[in-house]
Structure formats: structure tokens, C-alpha cells
């Protein structure tokens, strides 16, 4: 039998994708919802929600799942903190799979920053810097996927928040050996390029995501539906979906 999912922001890009390939993974949409549609008309009847709207759009809909004890994929970026905070403790109760990105490759990549950020730590004269570039309509800024980047460099040279340097200009000075640097590009229909970076006196280590079909994340997403199903409440990343643990 197949999965039933609860979709929303069915209507924008991601909603698109991951209906043009449920029936292939075996699942199938049984609501949809976008703007103005009332999430609760549909929810008794789903198997899982499945997430890909607006950042102000999760936490309530977040609550809900909770309400009715379904399991619920987030791929919806950019939340605020206080909404962060408040889904990371809904995922007590209910399971949750929360992912910046789906795609299978860039799991790969998290997976490859944690080990080289582990050879190439403070001590090591590398200095690691987040590029990202995406289409001219993406909203949010750094994306969800260079923020997760970010923080598996921040958390393996136990730096803090304020060594996160967005952008530089005017002049900012020597570059510290604490910072993190990471830079957005916005341009064209770029559907998503990630690139870490460890510059070094006289070498430099670039590892690299490119992301061309927007159909890799909710293929991922699908995976992560079908996966979550079962599994006790607690919140997991789609490295864990993966098996990719460092
Ligand atoms: P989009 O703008 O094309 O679509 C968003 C849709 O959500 C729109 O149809 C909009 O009407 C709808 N929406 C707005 N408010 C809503 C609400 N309150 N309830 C339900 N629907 C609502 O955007 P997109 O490119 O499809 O991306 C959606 C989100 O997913 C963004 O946050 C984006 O950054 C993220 N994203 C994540 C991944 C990933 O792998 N995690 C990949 C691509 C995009």
C-alpha cells in the first residue's frame, strides 16, 4: 500500500517536483496544500506531512503533526530562531526528519566536510570558507544547505556564532584565524552549488556540490517519508536516513 502524504506548498517548485515523482516511490499525495488550504482537513488521513513551503509556515504546521501524532519531513529553509527552537522540541513527541537539503551528493558533501574539517582544524593553517549560488528568486540568504555547512565547521574548530563572517566589504582587516567565511550568490536559475573551502599557504582544498534538476531533493525527501514511518520520535537529519554518520 502505498504512503500517503500530506503535502504542503504543493504549488511552489518543490510541491511540483515531488508530485511529478510520488507514484514512483510508492507514495501517493492524499492533500495538498498551499496558501489559504487548512492543513487540519487533511491530516487524520496522511501517513506522513511532508514540508516545502515558507519558513513561517512550519511551525504551525509542525504543531499539528504533533497533534496528531504523524511523523513529518521538513525541507523548508531559513526559520527564525524561536521557530527553530520551538520544532527541534515538537520532535519529542513525534518524529521528525529535517534536512537542508535532500540530495543525496550533498549529504556526501557533509559527510566529506566533517572529515576533512577534522584533519584541517585550527592548528592546521587552513582557512575553511562556505560558497553558495542559487536562481535569483530564492528567497532566503545563506541557504539552508551553506548554514549546515557552516555549522559542521563551527562545531569541529569549536568556534562561536560571531566567527561566522557573511560577506565582506569596506575594510574588515586581516582576515582572523578563527573565522568562518561564507558567501551568497544569487543569480540566473541556478538550482544549487556548494562549495567548502580550505585555503592553505600554498594549497587549496575545494569540495563541491552541483545540484541540476531539483527532482535529487524530493526523490530525497520521498526516501525520507518513506524512512521516518516507524521510527521513534526524535529529530533526524537525512545523513542519519542515509547511514551517513562521521
Ligand atoms: P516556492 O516559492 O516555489 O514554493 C513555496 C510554496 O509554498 C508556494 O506555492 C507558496 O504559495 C506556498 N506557501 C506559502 N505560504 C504557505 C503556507 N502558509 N502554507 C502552505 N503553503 C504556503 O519555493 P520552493 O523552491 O518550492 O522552496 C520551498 C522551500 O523549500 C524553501 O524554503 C526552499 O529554500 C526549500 N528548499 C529546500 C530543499 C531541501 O532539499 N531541503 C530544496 C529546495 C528548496
Known amino acids: 500500500m502505498s ?9 511552489g517548485r518543490m510541491g511540483k517536483a515531488i508530485q511529478s515523482i510520488a507514484s514512483e516511490h510508492d507514495c501517493e499525495i492524499s492533500f495538498s496544500v498551499d496558501l489559504g488550504d487548512n492543513a487540519e482537513d487533511g491530516i487524520e488521513n496522511c501517513d506522513v ?7 513561517d509556515a512550519t511551525r504551525s504546521l509542525a504543531e499539528l503533526a504533533k497533534q ?3 511523523p513529518m519531513v521538513i525541507g523548508t529553509t531559513g526559520h527564525e530562531k524561536d521557530d527553530r527552537t520551538a520544532i527541534e522540541q515538537l520532535s519529542s513527541s513525534i518524529p521528525i526528519v529535517w534536512a537542508g537539503n535532500f540530495s543525496t551528493g550533498v549529504n556526501l558533501l557533509f559527510f566529506l566536510t566533517q572529515q576533512a574539517a577534522k584533519v584541517l ?3 592546521s593553517n587552513f582557512d575553511p570558507e562556505v560558497i553558495e549560488m542559487h536562481h535569483r528568486l530564492k528567497k532566503d540568504a545563506p541557504s539552508g544547505t551553506a548554514d549546515r555547512l557552516l555549522e559542521i565547521l563551527k562545531d569541529s574548530r569549536s568556534a562561536s556564532e560571531q566567527d561566522i ?8 582587516g586581516e582576515r582572523n584565524v578563527s573565522e568562518i567565511g561564507s558567501h551568497a550568490l544569487r543569480g540566473g536559475d541556478v538550482v544549487g552549488e556548494h562549495t567548502v573551502m580550505f585555503a592553505g599557504i600554498g594549497e587549496r582544498i575545494e569540495l563541491t556540490h ?9 526523490a530525497g525527501a520521498l526516501k ?3 524512512w521516518i514511518r516507524g521510527q521513534p520520535a526524535s529529530l533526524y537529519s537525512m545523513q542519519d536516513v542515509l547511514g551517513l554518520t562521521a
Open 210 to 218: 552541483r545540484a541540476t534538476d531539483r527532482i535529487i531533493f524530493a
Open 68 to 70: 496528531y501524532n504523524k
Open 165 to 172: 563572517i557573511h560577506g565582506r566589504e569596506g575594510m574588515p
Open 224 to 226: 525520507a517519508a518513506k
Open 3 to 11: 504512503l500517503k502524504i500530506l503535502l504542503s506548498g504543493a504549488k
Open 121 to 123: 582544524d585550527l592548528n
Open 49 to 55: 506531512v511532508i514540508d516545502f513551503s515558507l519558513r
